[in-house]
């Protein structure tokens, strides 16, 4: 048996394709995004070596760090949401007919493209034919506002199909870990006199809190990500209003051509993503996990 | 189908429970309350989608000059095939087709062998490797690009196809492998066992015995990475500039970005984009479902 099981080439030959395919595809460009940093490369120009120059304009780059307010503003802000898809989870799991239905019905946005997400928003949008303007106006709202156009509403504007889009993705997670508390429990609870609100702040929520703190991660480091969905509705305008990290870097390196630069910011990225992961799992472990 | 015999069932076995719950007059009137939020949620949620697909059947006259929310007078299905063959969409549709295919393809088999390895089989490094797949999961592909745009550039994969589906791969391993976990810790080792005791290669329990069980969830994570390979955009917009080879998700923002003001083209196109996806769910909902909870919080 063991020998069978630790036959050497039978591993490397299992292991090796895919082990290449994410080191050429993942991990070698991440460590070259460090080091193309260090460059001056524009355009179709070589690359010369300039140390850490591009990193030290960076730290001062005032439009960097305002993509990365947004950035982190929106996960905010998806962090805050996932109270209200817990609440949504919770009811859900509670004794409702259909419940299955309606999470899936929730559940359909998250199956979509956030191409076609971001069109059909800047459709809804639309200050003229959109249904979102219309609406208000029918209902005695006489200046809508222009959304996607409006540098002070156009993050908000930006964060709603957001919500719309992964409402029933952590509605699905939070409602299988409030399915898995044990009947049990909640009975043995119950017969003790618990109300339902004790046996869902008391029971429920310690109990699923684990799976609460990794949905924190998923949302914040996901929201440090988002890119399709604001590259497509506004390209990171009016006027940079909506810029965030993923589609600074992107114009940095794809409009403008400054590769150098643009690698830079890319591994800033990273490093915010990797900090923000490990600060969260920091702040959440401290405590012991419940059990009953 | 499948959604409505879960319905009816739910229905069944909510019946019976409730007569066991002494439902008084307030709980009755609270959970009227629910409902009606659940329900206006739900109409939130798929809205906007019917009223896509309303204005794909919409001349611009309809869209510019009547309200939003009327039903178009003569549907204009002509939207569909117009944009199918003078948009490119028919090529950027099978394009998508096929790139997803032979990703997802690639994908599930390099997962399978990785996942076996790992969990099967014994070696010193197998921890450390594992490891190196999972942290994939919390990867930004944005810092990824420009070394890969380089990389692709010198190789030669620029404007090929190839670059792409190797990206999808790469990207789609961790969450493939994750899902793939938990599914073969639970096979027993006696499995193995006996396969050792009739003296079976290791290939051989890999292939002949240990793949056939989990069909079950390589189904479920083919749907997943069929789902994200077929909504990816940064890798296509970035690799590939030829109409030739262009997917469906940057073909539909480049035709949208054209014909800015033909409403009901847009609107076709960009249902045509979202039905394959919409018709897998209606067959597949459940597998969908479980994928994607299994795929985030295993970690």
Redesign the interface.
Known sequence: ??A?????S??A???L???L??L???????V??GY?GMMDWKGFAPMKFIGLDNYNKLIHDSMFWKSTYHSVLLGICSTFSLLIYLA?SM??AS??????????????????????IA???S??YDP????LN?LLTSIGIQNPPLWLSDPNIVLFAIFVPIV?QY???YI??YY??LKNVSEEVIEAATIDGATPWQVASRIKLPLISP?FK??II?AL?GS??Y??LIF?MTGGGPNHASEV??SY??GE??SKYN?GY??AV??A??LI??LM?WLIRKLTTSGEDVQY | MN?MN??AA??RS?TI??TR?KASFGSRLG?GV??L??GI??V???Y??F??FL?SLKTNQE??GM???ALPQHPQWANYPKVWSQGHINLYFFNSVWYTVVAVLLTII??S??T???T????KLSRF?LG??IV?L??????????????FKHVHLINNPLSVI??Y???N??VTIMILLGFYQAIPREI??AG?MDG????R??LRIVLPLTTPVLATTAIINM?YN?????FVN?FISSDRWKTL??G??NF?GQYLTD?GA??AT?MI??LP??IA?LLL?NR??EG??AG??K?
Request: glycine share 4%; with cysteine; charged share 10%.
């Open positions: 048996m063991k069978v099981m630790s036959n050497k039978a591993i030959l299992y292991v394709p895919a082990l395919l994410i050429i595809i993942i991990y070698i460009p991440l070259l995004t193309y949504v009811v859900l004794r409702i007919k259909g419940a299955n239905l309606f999470r899936k019905i929730y559940l359909i946005p998250m199956l979509l493209s956030s191409v076609a069109q059909l928003w459709k809804i003229s034919n959109g249904m219309h719309w409402a029933g993705f699905i997670i299988a870990a799976v990794v949905t998923l480091v440090l990500k890119f399709d497509v990290m993923a870097m992107y390196a794809f590769f643009g690698s890319g591994f990225l990273l993503c990797l992961t | 959604i879960e319905f739910h229905k909510g429970s409730d719950v959970f629910l409902y939020i659940l949620l739900a939130i949620q798929i906007p989608l009223w896509l204005f869209v510019f309200s939003p929310f390099l997962a062998f990785v076996f390895a790992i099967r089989m014994n070696w490797v190196l797949f994939g919390m990867i930004p592909l944005h810092s990824t690009l420009i070394p890969l745009f380089n990389f190797l990206s791969t790469a990207f391993l961790p193995e066992e050792v079976c290669s290791v290939h329990i890999f789902i077929w909504n990816e955009f940064v970035t998700t940057v539909v923002n949208v409403w847009i609107g960009l984009s979202i996806i919409l769910f909902s969908i479902v994607l909870a985030s919080v970690g």
